[in-house]
């Protein structure tokens, strides 16, 4: 039997017992099918794919030579059982790098292109697909950072006195001083935890851009956009309050009810590239680029890869781009982690003489000493708002303490005592479920009371109160997973006389879609509640709010939906609940990471209730860091 073939039997096994993903042997194989490789090169593939399938869009040589076991979360001895199989594999990084050069599927980042499927760049190995998105967002990154454009300060500085007029404690103010960094570029990533004033601050540089634009104020094409849906609606409602009460204040000296009428709505990427059914490719690209001067994009986090090279790729060169978002939250579900690595200086700064004296000219703030030095142009184009205005009380202090990776103090917060922060520990699920049939109380019977007006109106009213309160899980299967407690909280529903199922739809059942549906215009991650349909007996609609617009779609037309009494932390983010309860499963797998718990724990506005069974391992979890590897922090020279 050769090497290759007792590799085959190996993948064959681990998929069989679930320990592989399928799309991975098959992957390993279609290499095989295309020419010479070999078995270090097929289980070198065989690796990437798994990396693929947990976000990172590359695999670093090192990993490879050191063995990828741990950090692909295998059992013990599986990355040996391979490595076996596959024969005597090169012993460190350089023997890997001869034995995938020498290969003719890989191809070499700056050899010759003949479009092979993998290509080794450095000391990574990609798919071809993320070693382009990672080529292209690098690149445009890059020329965008370094773009800056010559402003009049003083007139920057005016304008800026005026927006911020109430007097900041913060020293410097890191708002004012995004505004005057964001401005002079043509790209600015402002990132910042829950509620330090991201949105406060960009309606501040869209007054600013107006101001500035002088004569060409009116024709300035200004887009707003976010990831998900719900984001993008949360984004409108938030920069179009932002705007009304500073217009309250600049009244006459700018138009900003108008700016805030021209800009429209928020849309999804997906909407704003034009995204088409069955299809990876958008209408928009870099031959039919979008119509816009500024692009605002908010949730940046769960932008991915793919994602965003599509959506540089179709920016006009002259247009400015600016990402939102927490470095801190979870990264997208698919490959990449875009934002962490751009903002992977952030905390530190690293501002150049250049940019501390701009800064200091145009916006009057000095930057102070420790965060100055000698930084990659993007790092001159970052900034981080370090000051939450309304996450001060016991859940942010939470948040803070899991973020600092400082277990001690998160676990004082969670023990303090009654107030908003609440730990059950040791807990069953049904401890969950108990509070579930709580919290979905008040929807509930909203739902059972009936419209008492406008039909619309109350199915609003319903769905806003549906928002008050969530389940978060970190996994989907198992009693503590989204599956498990779905099923649970149903029952007991049921039981408690609060819904009456008797089918797959019934009144009240809450839904995430979990698949774009060009057709019904519904999208991954949406979340409806279904409702009888008045005008058509015995008939169900599932409605949506979309900012404060109610729309539905007839129940039986969705197809890729689930019960969404609990939902994944993933899926949560860009929402935001009253009470947010976040669940945690026996910690087996290491799953649990610190960016997870996080996420969660600032889902929260009011309330927040942690649910852990007996061998959680919380402090694993917020040491446990998650690790995406990519190319893209050394692309971009940060
Ligand atoms: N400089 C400031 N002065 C007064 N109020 C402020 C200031 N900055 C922010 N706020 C207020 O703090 C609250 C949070 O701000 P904002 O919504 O902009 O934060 P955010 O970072 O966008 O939050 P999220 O992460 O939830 O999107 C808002 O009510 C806003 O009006």
Redesign the pocket.
């Known amino acids: 039997m050769t090497s290759a073939d007792k590799l085959w039997l190996e993948t064959t096994r681990l998929s069989e017992a679930g320990e592989l993903r399928r799309l991975s042997g098959a992957f390993a194989r279609f290499i095989a099918s295309l020419g010479e490789a070999s078995p270090a090169v097929l289980l070198a593939a065989l690796v990437l794919s798994e990396m693929e399938g947990q976000g990172h869009s590359c695999l670093p040589l090192a990993d490879l030579a050191a063995g990828p076991g741990e950090l692909l979360g295998w059992p013990d001895g599986q990355w040996q059982a391979l490595a076996q199989a596959a024969g005597p594999l090169p012993k460190n990084p350089r023997a890997w790098h001869a034995e995938l050069a020498a290969c003719e599927l890989v191809g070499q980042a700056g050899q010759f292109d003949y479009g092979q499927p993998l290509v080794l760049d450095g000391e990574r190995l990609y798919l071809r697909r993320y070693w382009k998105d990672e080529m292209v967002v690098a690149k445009a990154i890059r020329a965008r950072a370094l773009a800056t454009r010559p402003v009049d300060e003083d007139q920057v500085r005016h304008w800026l006195d005026v927006l ?1 007029s ?1 007097r ?1 404690d913060e020293k410097p103010d890191w ?1 004012k001083l995004a505004c005057a960094i964001a401005l002079r570029g043509s790209v600015a990533v402002i990132t ?10 960009v309606a501040r540089l869209l007054a600013l851009l107006l101001a500035m634009a002088g004569e060409d104020a009116g024709s300035r094409r200004i887009a707003l956009a976010a990831p998900t849906g719900k984001a993008a609606a ?1 984004l409108k409602q ?1 920069i179009d309050k ?1 705007l009304g ?1 500073l217009a309250a204040r600049v009244e006459g000296e700018l138009p900003l009810r108008e700016l805030a009428e021209r800009m429209g709505a928020a849309r999804t990427l997906h909407s704003l590239l034009g995204a088409r059914p069955d299809s990876r490719a958008f209408a928009h690209h870099a031959g039919n680029p979008l119509d816009v001067d500024v692009l605002i994009v ?1 949730e940046a986090s769960m932008v991915h890869l793919e994602m965003m090279a599509a959506l540089l790729d179709a920016l006009p060169a002259g247009a400015t781009l600016i990402l ?1 978002g ?1 470095k801190d939250q979870l990264a997208s579900v698919e490959a990449g982690a875009v934002l962490g690595d751009l903002c992977h200086n952030a905390q530190a700064g690293n501002y150049t003489r250049a940019t501390q004296a701009y800064v200091e000219a145009a916006s009057g703030e000095a930057i102070p000493a420790q965060y100055t030095g000698e930084g990659a142009p993007l790092a001159q184009q970052t900034v981080m ?1 370090r000051h939450s ?2 996450f001060g009380g016991p859940i942010g202090q939470l948040a803070l303490a899991v973020n600092a990776g400082d277990t001690g103090r998160a676990e004082a917060v969670l023990r303090a005592g009654p107030g908003p922060v609440r730990w059950i520990e040791n807990a069953q699920p049904q401890q969950a479920v108990a509070l579930a049939v709580g919290g979905y109380r008040g929807y509930l019977e909203l739902l059972a009371k009936g419209p008492d007006g406008e039909h619309q109106a109350w199915v609003r009213k319903v769905l806003q109160a549906f928002e008050a309160f969530r389940i978060l899980c970190a996994v989907r299967e198992g009693e503590w997973g989204v599956a498990g407690l779905n099923a649970a909280i149903e029952e007991r529903l049921e039981a408690a006389g609060l819904v009456r199922r008797g089918g797959e739809w019934y009144a009240g059942r809450p839904v995430m879609v979990t698949r774009n549906d060009y057709g019904t215009r519904v999208f991954n991650g949406d979340i409806g509640i279904t409702l009888a349909d008045p005008e058509r007996a015995g008939s169900m609609r599932v409605y949506f709010l979309e900012g404060d617009e109610v729309r539905s779609v007839l129940a039986t037309r969705l197809r890729d939906v689930e019960t969404a009494y609990a939902m994944t932390v993933h899926k949560s983010q860009g929402s ?1 609940f009253r009470h947010t309860v976040l669940v945690l499963p026996q910690d087996r797998g290491g799953i649990v990471a610190r960016e997870l718990v996080y996420t969660g724990i600032t889902r929260a506005s009011s309330e927040f209730t942690l649910i852990t069974p007996a061998g959680a391992g919380l402090a694993q979890a917020i040491a446990r860091r998650t690790h995406r590897a990519s190319g893209l922090r050394e692309l971009l020279g940060s």
Request: charged share 30%; aromatic share 8%.
């Open positions: 911020f109430s900041s708002q910042g935890g829950p509620g330090t004033g991201k949105t406060y601050t949360r938030s932002a009460d908010d939102l927490d708002l205005r309304r935001e």
